[in-house]
């Protein structure tokens, strides 16, 4: 057996708010409704493009993104460009 530390493969991101939903819903095919996905869950899926892992953590809703280090700056672009037309503050 051999074991392999990729912990700092994937960066993460956070996203809460009213509107997390809604945001995430503009990239992904899957289907965020809270009485699909609800927290506790978690799915690897498409958003914009990069493969992440999707994690609903509370009814917030407020969600991680996992994202392989190289993907994670042209995630982050797309969820600035993306969270415009809700007014998003983005806090570091």
Known sequence: AAATDVSEARTVIAIAGPRARDLLAKGTPIDLHPRVFGPGQCAQTALAAA??????????????????????????????????????????
């Open 51 to 92: 493969n992440v892992i999707l994690r609903q953590l509370d009814d917030g809703p407020s969600y991680e993104l996992h994202v392989l280090n190289s993907f994670a700056d042209y995630l982050w672009s797309w969820l600035e460009g993306a969270c415009r037309e809700f007014g998003v503050a983005v806090a570091g």
